[in-house]
């Protein structure tokens, strides 16, 4: 996950209905040709969203290397992520979906749930060595349906310079997170920067403070909820985060921390080539605060799973498993962790990028608990992820205290 913009859930619950509807009715859930046999299969299709120059040329490259000890041609298409589920529905439809198909993971289990995927266990793929949660992320109903070669997640990003200019340490609690957020905050600065938006992208920050004080997605209008929340209320109320923290993005935060108007921020390894460029800012990441000692950390987990589609052809898929396979083996996913800075998802993997990587380090570690954001509630994950932001919103603008927002958005997840 980097900026989660998609159809709303009400349009890709109709979608979904559809898709479901005619899959049924025909037997299986797409294709891209007829039957043909193994020897016969030397190119197949592959569709992701990485639209970046950079990034598509990148993941041309482990497409076709991949391709070739599969023995076929992977021809690869990108589109812009806010139409891609869009146009896996409508493809699922005429079954005509590519042969590999790449998905956000918290997507996995609504397409899987139309029947559009196959089961990996089918074709004998190696899941050994994943994080339980990397796994989950692409499991519909015990069955795994994608893999991610490497997963990504947030942490806290910090100034070097300017905590030890304020005499203060990394704050590993909420308690030390509060003071040192004061002692950083001065005219023109703010000592920490969150995501508060009206989008999932403001819920996908929150959720670390949730889940590690023991909050749970299924139930928001308990106490353990309202102490997050609480948090972030004080924050602001206490002038160390700023009001525009309603309306920024994670691209934005790492605007105002490029330019020192924040000490520290909460945000992903995607920012980090940014980072890089800027040899006088110095910085470092550490694993999020909980609200006490002794808590563990659990964070959100963003990345995207390769599937293989249903179509009219086992060749096809078959080799489509090759390739998908060869993605996610050690010396692939090393490689392309490299490549995005992001973590590989096979734990001995990740151990060795940390090593080799010092500056990934910190969301390694934070990635080691991290779990995947439809884990509780499957394909109901978007309807609440909506009442979670709207729920911040009304907190952070004082229109409610944190109990009543998150009451208001227990009976808005519950009511979807």
Known sequence: MKSPARPSARRITTLLGTVALALAATGCGGGTGAASAPDTVTSITALDYYTDATEHAQWSKRLTDCGRTAGVRVEHTSVPAPSLIPRVLRQASSRTLPDLLMLDNPDLQQIASTGALTPLDRYGIDTTGFAEGILSAGTYRGKVYGLAPTVNTIALIYNKDMLAEAGVAVPRTWDELRTTAARLTRPGRYGIAVSADATPESTWQFLPFLWSDGGDEKHLDTPQAAQALRLWTDLMKSGSLSKSALNWNQADLHDQFAAGKTAMMVNGPWRIPALNKDHDLHWGVAPLPVRQKGQKLVTPLGGEVWTVPQNSSPSRQEKAARVLACLNDPTTMLAVAKDHLTVPSRTAVAARYAEQ??????????????????????????????????????????????????????????AS
Request: hydrophobic letters at 40%; aromatic letters at 4%; zero cysteines.
């Open 357 to 414: 990587v010092p500056s990934m380090s910190g969301f390694v570690t934070s990635v080691e608990g991290a779990r995947s954001r439809t884990a509780e509630l499957g394909v109901k994950w978007p309807a609440t992820a909506t009442a979670i932001s709207t729920a911040i919103q009304s907190a952070l603008t004082g229109r409610q205290t944190p109990e009543e927002a998150l009451a208001g958005a227990q009976r808005l997840a519950t």
